[in-house]
């Protein structure tokens, strides 16, 4: 009869032999038995560490501290028990893992601690072989030497700086002083030793940099628990968490007691919606208090586009808006084949006496996001170059100023005003045209925009589907690029063609003027190849034209 059906007492097991063969693969980090013995240095209270290296034995490490020791070996290599009072339980939930890391890692490990010896064959421990400690003369602190089965660094490092690069990263923010070799190595972002801004919040200790200008580098935040960064994971692309914003750089330390880690790395908070939800509180509340502090101490001009990227708008209505925000044009536009940075080029920042206020009434274009040069916008776009009309890089408060005067518009609006060209008739000197677009020759003319009144202009410029040139002797660049933007079928500005069509333009203006000697010169330069590079002077003497050649 089968047994298939037959009731069965099932418990838990362990397989402890394949338990410890195969224990080791859960430690993934690179390096996480060095942050165990540091962190369990930390716990029995030492007041330093020492880290001593052979240059010789790249294999070889020893850690030695000041704490309070090991009271029971047996706990180092029992499974689950960390062997720490319950106060540190309770505030940072030790795993009773660590010791295992640093066995995975090692040869030999030998350990000195509160007059216990114990020698430890890894290999011959994790095949279930008993290990016995014996009496030793040590009666503070522990010494722990490691025979690793690996270089601690790679060969084509130096043991001086290899050594110290890793150990220094590992430690940033270790809150204990760690020497290797003697020398006491930097803890930069440890809240014993920084020295600039903090923020004492209910989810941790912020140690903040603000910088308004330049912007500050997005990845270059740490988040620290118990000490160690857990937001340089190789999986993510971004740290996470990152308490980093516009204008502040933040290395968080959170409280051990409120966060959840990983195991048995460690090195990275436990992912969970509670967790992004905390992130988030601690993120808000760490805003709040840079913006207290940036009020407090009278910043709000000093760190005005932080604000605004915060979306705090309160802290800065009330102070004047930096020049930088405003710009002015200060060439005429051009159009699609300049670069956005070029086209950034053309304008200026205003200084606080040309910049507008609610009691100047000086009038201004609100939308500066809202920029693009094209054949609609060119003709508006030189009556604000003109009339030197500042545009502002706003933002969305209708609480603020700007928003609410009668002396800024949007682009929008702007572009509905009339904008006119005229040219008085005894300032009208020829006129032709030029591959179907008109060209007039004048000594002056005349823009009007609407609302704002009428500018005499004296330079080049093309309006109105209309190119006027003011006369003058004839020069290499004329404002062709307002109307053919010169791309190959790529898209790239075509340097080549675009030379050859200025050449063709210059020579319209010269019949138009009547310049002979510019039609001869023009027209010997379409003739550069067939005469062999020749260059030659065309000039104008009692009527009589001579052409002479110069190389």
Same mark, same amino acid.
């Given at each position: 009869?089968?047994?298939?059906?037959?009731?069965?007492?099932?418990?838990?097991?362990?397989?402890?032999?394949?338990?410890?063969?195969?224990?080791?693969?859960?430690?993934?980090?690179?390096?996480?038995?060095?942050?165990?013995?540091?962190?369990?240095?930390?716990?029995?209270?030492?007041?330093?560490?020492?880290?001593?290296?052979?240059?010789?034995?790249?294999?070889?490490?020893?850690?030695?501290?000041?704490? *309070?020791?090991?009271?029971?070996?047996?706990?180092?290599?029992?499974?689950?028990?960390?062997? %720490?009072?319950?106060?540190?339980?309770?505030?940072?939930?030790?795993?009773?893992?660590? *010791?295992?890391?640093?066995?995975? @890692?090692?040869?030999?490990?030998? #350990?000195?601690?509160?007059?216990?010896?114990?020698?430890?064959?890894?290999?011959?421990?994790?095949?279930?072989?008993?290990?016995?400690?014996?009496?030793?003369?040590?009666?503070?602190?522990?010494?722990?030497?490691?025979?690793?089965?690996?270089?601690? #660094?790679?060969?084509?490092?130096?043991?001086?700086?290899?050594?110290?690069?890793?150990?220094?990263?590992?430690? *940033?923010?270790?809150?204990?002083?760690?020497?290797?070799?003697? +020398?006491? =190595?930097?803890?930069?972002?440890?809240?014993?030793?920084?020295?600039?801004?903090?923020?004492?919040?209910?989810?941790?200790?912020?140690?903040?940099?603000?910088?308004?200008?330049?912007?500050?580098?997005?990845?270059?935040?740490?988040?620290?628990?118990?000490?160690?960064?857990?937001?340089?994971? @190789?999986?993510?692309?971004?740290?996470?968490?990152?308490?980093?914003?516009?204008?502040?750089?933040?290395?968080?330390?959170?409280?051990?007691?409120?966060?959840?880690?990983? /195991?048995?790395?460690?090195?990275?908070?436990?992912?969970?919606?509670?967790?992004?939800?905390?992130?988030?509180?601690?993120?808000?509340?760490?805003?709040?208090?840079?913006?207290?502090?940036?009020?407090?101490?009278?910043?709000?001009?000093?760190?005005?586009?932080?604000?605004?990227?915060?979306?705090?708008?309160?802290?800065?209505?009330?102070?004047?808006?930096?020049?930088?925000?405003?710009?002015?044009?200060?060439?005429?536009?051009?159009?699609?084949?300049?670069?956005?940075?070029?086209?950034?080029?053309?304008?200026?920042?205003?200084?606080?006496?040309?910049?507008?206020?609610?009691?100047?009434? +000086?009038?201004?274009?609100?939308?500066?996001?809202? #920029?693009?040069?094209?054949?609609?916008?060119?003709?508006?776009?030189?009556?604000?170059?003109?009339?030197? #009309?500042?545009?502002?890089?706003?933002?969305?408060?209708?609480?603020?100023?700007?928003?609410?005067?009668?002396?800024?518009?949007?682009?929008?609006?702007?572009?509905?005003?009339?904008?006119?060209?005229?040219?008085?008739?005894?300032?009208? =000197?020829?006129?032709?045209?030029?591959?179907?677009?008109?060209?007039?020759?004048?000594?002056?003319?005349?823009?009007?925009?609407?609302?704002?009144?009428?500018?005499?202009?004296?330079?080049?410029?093309?309006?109105?589907?209309?190119? %006027?040139?003011?006369?003058?002797?004839?020069?290499?660049?004329?404002?062709?690029?307002? /109307?053919?933007?010169?791309?190959?079928?790529?898209?790239?500005?075509?340097?080549?063609?675009?030379?050859?069509?200025?050449?063709?333009?210059?020579?319209?203006?010269?019949?138009?003027?009547?310049?002979?000697?510019?039609?001869?010169?023009? @027209?010997? =330069?379409?003739?550069?190849?067939?005469?062999?590079?020749?260059?030659?002077?065309?000039?104008?003497?009692?009527?009589?034209?001579?052409?002479?050649?110069?190389?």
């Amino acid at each position: 009869m089968s047994n298939k059906h037959t009731k069965k007492h099932l418990h838990v097991d362990v397989n402890f032999s394949g338990l410890l063969k195969n224990f080791g693969e859960v430690f993934s980090g690179e390096k996480i038995w060095i942050r165990e013995l540091l962190q369990n240095a930390r716990r029995a209270g030492a007041s330093k560490i020492k880290l001593t290296t052979d240059p010789s034995d790249l294999h070889y490490l020893q850690i030695s501290d000041d704490g *309070c020791g090991i009271p029971d070996f047996q706990t180092l290599l029992t499974l689950g028990d960390s062997g %720490w009072e319950q106060e540190t339980i309770e505030k940072e939930n030790p795993f009773g893992l660590g *010791c295992y890391a640093t066995l995975y @890692a090692a040869t030999e490990v030998e #350990i000195r601690s509160n007059r216990q010896h114990l020698t430890i064959e890894t290999e011959k421990l994790l095949k279930g072989e008993p290990v016995q400690s014996e009496p030793d003369q040590t009666r503070t602190g522990t010494t722990i030497i490691i025979r690793l089965k690996e270089a601690l #660094i790679t060969s084509n490092d130096s043991e001086k700086d290899g050594v110290r690069v890793l150990i220094e990263k590992i430690i *940033c923010g270790f809150p204990v002083p760690v020497f290797l070799n003697g +020398i006491e =190595l930097q803890r930069p972002y440890a809240l014993d030793v920084w020295q600039g801004l903090r923020f004492d919040l209910s989810g941790g200790v912020a140690l903040v940099e603000l910088d308004p200008k330049p912007p500050i580098a997005y990845k270059e935040g740490k988040t620290f628990l118990q000490g160690f960064n857990i937001s340089e994971q @190789a999986s993510r692309v971004y740290p996470w968490p990152n308490f980093d914003r516009t204008g502040m750089r933040v290395h968080m330390h959170l409280h051990p007691d409120q966060w959840r880690v990983r /195991v048995p790395d460690r090195n990275t908070l436990y992912n969970s919606k509670e967790t992004s939800k905390k992130i988030e509180v601690l993120q808000s509340n760490l805003r709040n208090a840079a913006v207290v502090h940036i009020v407090s101490q009278g910043e709000g001009a000093k760190h005005f586009d932080t604000l605004l990227a915060w979306h705090c708008y309160e802290p800065i209505r009330s102070i004047p808006i930096p020049g930088d925000r405003w710009h002015c044009l200060n060439d005429p536009p051009y159009l699609l084949h300049y670069e956005d940075e070029e086209i950034d080029d053309s304008f200026n920042h205003l200084n606080e006496q040309e910049a507008p206020t609610p009691e100047n009434g +000086i009038r201004f274009i609100r939308d500066w996001d809202e #920029i693009y040069f094209d054949e609609k916008t060119i003709n508006h776009l030189f009556a604000a170059y003109l009339f030197k #009309i500042p545009v502002l890089r706003s933002w969305n408060d209708p609480e603020h100023w700007f928003s609410k005067t009668s002396s800024g518009e949007s682009f929008d609006v702007f572009f509905r005003r009339r904008v006119s060209v005229s040219v008085k008739k005894e300032d009208h =000197l020829a006129e032709g045209s030029w591959w179907g677009k008109k060209v007039i020759l004048c000594k002056r003319f005349y823009l009007d925009l609407e609302g704002h009144g009428t500018k005499e202009v004296m330079e080049d410029v093309f309006l109105d589907d209309t190119f %006027w040139i003011i006369d003058q002797p004839l020069y290499h660049n004329y404002p062709i690029d307002q /109307v053919f933007y010169f791309r190959t079928d790529g898209g790239d500005f075509d340097e080549s063609y675009y030379e050859n069509v200025m050449e063709s333009f210059r020579a319209s203006l010269a019949f138009l003027k009547g310049d002979l000697c510019e039609l001869i010169a023009s @027209a010997i =330069l379409n003739y550069t190849e067939a005469l062999n590079g020749h260059r030659f002077s065309v000039s104008a003497e009692n009527g009589k034209i001579d052409v002479s050649r110069v190389s």
